[in-house]
C-alpha cells in the first residue's frame, strides 16, 4: 500500500467506532472490483481489518471470472464504471447465474442518477463515492445479516427435502425416495444399456416379533435390520425402506451374477449375528428376491418381478435369495 493509501487509511479508522473490529468466527468473503488502485487498496485494508476474506479485481471480466468459480464470494462490492465489464452488467450477469446461495452486491457509485436501474439489474445496496468507514460498516452488517438468513432458508429447505424423502424409523429412503433412484436407474440404463438389478428383502417371521415383543422391540430390530442392510452394500448402491418389513435395494451396474452374490452377501449379513431385543438375543433372518433390468423396462413391472422371487424365497423356506426373470 502506498503512503497517500495508508495515510487515507489511517484516516478512515480515526472514525471507525470501538465495534469495527467486530467479526463473526466465519465471514463472508468478499470481491471488490474496482478499476481505480487507490480505491482497492484501501477497501481491501478496511476489510482485512475487520476479518474478512477479500480478492481483488481490477476490471468486470476478471470480477465475472471470479463470480463463475464454484464457491464465489458471498458478497460483491462493484464499482459501477470499470472497463471490459461495468457494474450495472456484471451484476445481471451475477443474478443470472444458477448458483444455490444467493450473492449480496453492494454497488460502489459517485452518484445515484441510475439507481433504479441498478435495483433492476439485481444490486442489493450502494456506497457513494467517497464512503464513510462507518456506513461501509453498517452496509457489510446487513448484508451479512441478509446473508445468514438466506442461508438459514436454504438449510431449513434442505432438511424438508431430507425429511420428504427419508423413513423418520430407520433413517434409509422411504417408498418415494428409492422408487426415484429406481427412475433414475432405468433412465440411465436406456441411455446406456448397462444392467442394474432390485432386490426386495423382507424379515422373516416379523409379525411375531411384534406380536411377542411388542412394536417397540419391532422397531428396534427394523432400524437394526435396516443398518445391517447399508453396511453391506457398496457407496454407490442404494437402499429404502420399501413398506413395513420389506427393503428395496439397488445395484448399479449389477448383472445378475453380481447382484446374487451382493444379495447372499446381504442375508448372511443380517442373520450372521443375533439381534438384542432387550436383554434378550434372537436370531433375524431375511427372505430376498432380485430382479435383473436386461431390456426397457417400466419400474412397476420390475419390482414385480423381484416381488414373485421375493415369494419363491418365502416358499422355499425362508432365509434365501432367488432370482425372477424380467417380463419384456
Known sequence: MGAQSKQQARAFEHYLPASAMWRSDRPFRILVADDDATSRRLLKYLLEKWRFEVILAEDGLKAWEIMRLQDPPAIAILDWVMPELDGLELSRRIRALDNQHYTYIMMLTSERSGLIDGLRAGVDDYITKPFDAEELQGRLLV????????????????????????????????????????????????RSSEQFSVVLADIDHFKRINDTFGHSAGDDVLREVAGRISHSLRVHDSVGRYGGEEFLVVLTGSGSTGALGAAENLRRRVCETPVMIGELERAVTVSLGIATRMQEVSAESLICAADVALYRAKNAGRNCVQVSNVPS
Open 143 to 190: 448484508a451479512e445479516r441478509t446473508l445468514r438468513f438466506q442461508n438459514e432458508l436454504i438449510a431449513a429447505k434442505e432438511r424438508i427435502t431430507q425429511e420428504a424423502r427419508h423413513d423418520f424409523l430407520t433413517g434409509l429412503l422411504n417408498r418415494g425416495g428409492i422408487m426415484e433412484v429406481v427412475e433414475r436407474e432405468i433412465s440411465r440404463s436406456n
